[in-house]
């Protein structure tokens, strides 16, 4: 925490006011009044639960808890930490008996496709219960994440609104200690935890204040690639990660619709989202 | 009637649905003249919200007795004078972003935005025409001008208005709060108070700035009213972040004392700066750079 760069330093009140807002304003909107998120144990869904939770108030939001059999014993323990100091609803479906059949006819399956399937397990068992809660999605994939690519389409990416989207993970765990979330959820190695042992920072090769820093310079900064490097980011680190973002930019799109008639979705027929609200 | 009392009225709006607006513009006019406001500002696109793209031609009204929205508003001019922001459409169908001044039943002035940011978050040069006239308009309180948002994130159009009169500048906008480094507020709330600070000191002139809040598609809007006075010093700030009307007292009788202390005005130089502008664009003629496209000349 003591190495965070100024470029990424946030007002963590002044975000919580706007984050907390604009939940409560953009579930308004769509003529919602409550809001699911699944919980892990980890710093984001922390950090989107408590904002949640406030915004909504606790009665009006439901905490998933997703594990699967390989789920560690702490990510259980932070989970229910969590759900327990946002005083959210809980309900703790494991995934094992839901995706295991599938695994067992396709004995194959390597560990990240085994990891994608139990991701979009997860996306299932969310949407179906926002309808059966009455309420949105509220996501949980920060801005170095959603960047790098490092997440499963229409499996952790899905939601109906992400108040966290615009935040680094160096800033998510800004703002998570201001809102009281516990150092050990903080300062844990961060996990997709999709088999065991997993880390993102040994998964993506780099570490998140390696990485947040360049990216702050990168996309926030506009700098260019060889300015990167004159500040001292080493000129592969720099290559491999812009070379992520380009590969991954399929995932922060809609897909491209063929364009045919004179008015198509997505290039002429341009409404905003929040249409009538 | 140097002496009035002036109402910023920093509101959400629903994003596309006028009547809905009109019908919260005419509460806030409502309570706004039971506390005794002589003249009430909206911000930009007051009567639509913002991220309007194909909604654009939708939402548009003339600003006339003949349209049912500006009819009930120019009623409720009688009483209180109003700026508020909407599409307007023109009768060749171009819509500009707008702001319309009205007074006593009548429209006193419409300005059409003549900056259309276009670039970044933003897109209106896609759905808008750019307007072409920077003018100062006379009230019963005193000589003003209105500018529109990224109108006055260039210096030139507060500038003319100085020069062409203007003893307050009526700036409203519907910004999009960005930048989260800075302590207790946002960067673009800052920079914005900044420059109405730096042209109401340069300009020796009031300047009223009145922002919207609210969201629209994961945008915010932070409001944060100001009035500054002839001074620079700031009269009255509105929260950030949330929907208020905030009264200020402004008394015109204030321009007379600071203009005889720092006469920035007798003083300016406009032969001088009409002769070295002259020189520079037609330099930049000269050598294919005109920075000013042609599409945004006058008719």
């Known amino acids: 925490m003591g190495q965070i760069k100024s470029a990424l330093e946030i007002d963590p009140d002044l975000i919580s006011r706007i984050l907390i807002d604009f939940i409560r304003s953009e579930l308004n909107r769509a003529g919602f009044s409550r ?243 | 009637m140097s002496k009035f009392t002036m109402g910023l009225a920093q509101i959400n709006t629903t994003l596309g649905d006028v009547d ?77 972003i707008a702001a319309a001044y009205l007074a006593g039943g009548q429209v006193v002035h419409v300005h059409r935005k003549v900056y259309l940011p276009t670039y970044g978050l933003f897109d209106e040069g896609r759905f808008f025409a750019w307007g072409d006239s920077v003018r100062a308009f006379e009230t019963r309180f005193g000589r003003f001008g209105m500018l529109i948002c990224e109108d006055f994130w260039h210096a030139s159009p507060p500038y003319l208005l100085w020069l062409d009169g203007a003893e307050l500048l009526l700036l409203i906008s519907a910004s999009p709060g960005r930048g989260i480094a800075s302590g207790g507020r946002l960067d673009s709330a800052l920079w914005v108070e900044r420059i109405n600070q730096a042209y109401a000191s340069l300009f020796t002139t009031f300047v009223a700035h009145t922002n919207r809040v609210g969201f629209e598609d994961g945008l915010n809007f932070w409001g944060g009213a100001t009035v500054h006075d002839p001074d620079g010093k700031l009269l009255v700030r509105g929260p950030d972040h949330e929907e208020a009307l905030t009264l200020a007292e402004i008394d015109l009788e204030h321009l007379r004392r600071t203009r005889t202390r720092l006469p920035l005005l007798r003083d300016e130089r406009t032969h001088l700066m009409t002769k070295e502008m002259a020189r520079i664009l037609g330099a930049q003629q000269t050598q294919g750079n005109l920075p000013d496209p042609g599409r945004r000349q006058e008719e």
């Open chain 1, 35 to 277: 809001g699911l998120v699944g919980v892990s144990g980890g710093v984001d869904s922390a950090v989107s639960c408590t904002l949640a939770a406030r915004a909504l108030g606790p009665e009006n939001v439901l905490a998933l808890s997703l594990p699967y059999r390989t789920t560690s014993e702490q990510a259980r323990v932070h989970t229910a930490m969590v759900i327990e100091a946002s005083g959210v609803n809980e309900r703790t479906i494991d995934i094992t008996s839901i995706v295991e059949p599938y695994f067992e006819i396709m004995p194959e399956m390597d560990r990240v496709r085994r990891g994608n399937v139990m991701a979009r397990a997860r996306m299932l068992i969310l949407y179906d219960h926002s309808a059966d809660f009455n309420g949105l999605v509220i996501g949980t994939g920060n801005k170095t994440e959603i960047l790098l690519g490092y997440t499963t389409l229409y499996g952790d990416s899905a939601c109906a609104i992400n108040p966290i989207g615009d935040l680094y993970k160096t800033q998510i765990r800004q703002l998570a200690a201001s809102l009281g979330i516990p150092e050990e959820i903080i300062t844990k190695a961060p996990s997709a935890d999709l088999w065991q042992g997993q880390t993102d920072e040994d998964e993506l090769g780099f570490t998140y204040d390696e990485v947040d820093g360049l990216l702050a310079l990168l996309v926030d900064g506009r700098m260019s690639p060889e300015g990167c490097v004159r500040a001292g980011y080493a000129a592969a680190f720099v290559e491999q990660v812009l070379r992520r973002i380009q590969r991954t930019q399929y995932k922060r799109v809609l897909p491209p619709i063929a364009k045919l008639s004179n008015r198509t979705v997505g290039y002429d027929f341009l409404y905003p989202r929040d249409w009538g609200t």
């Open chain 2, 20 to 96: 809905s607006n009109l019908e919260k513009h005419l509460a806030l006019i409502k309570q706004a003249r039971n506390q005794g406001a002589d003249l009430l500002v909206f911000p930009e696109l007051s009567l639509t919200g913002y991220v309007l793209q194909d909604l654009t031609p939708e939402v548009a009204r003339r600003p006339s007795a003949d349209d049912s929205v500006f009819a009930e508003l120019l009623k409720a001019s009688k009483d209180l004078d109003l700026v508020v922001g909407f599409v307007e459409a023109e009768r060749r169908h171009r819509f500009y």
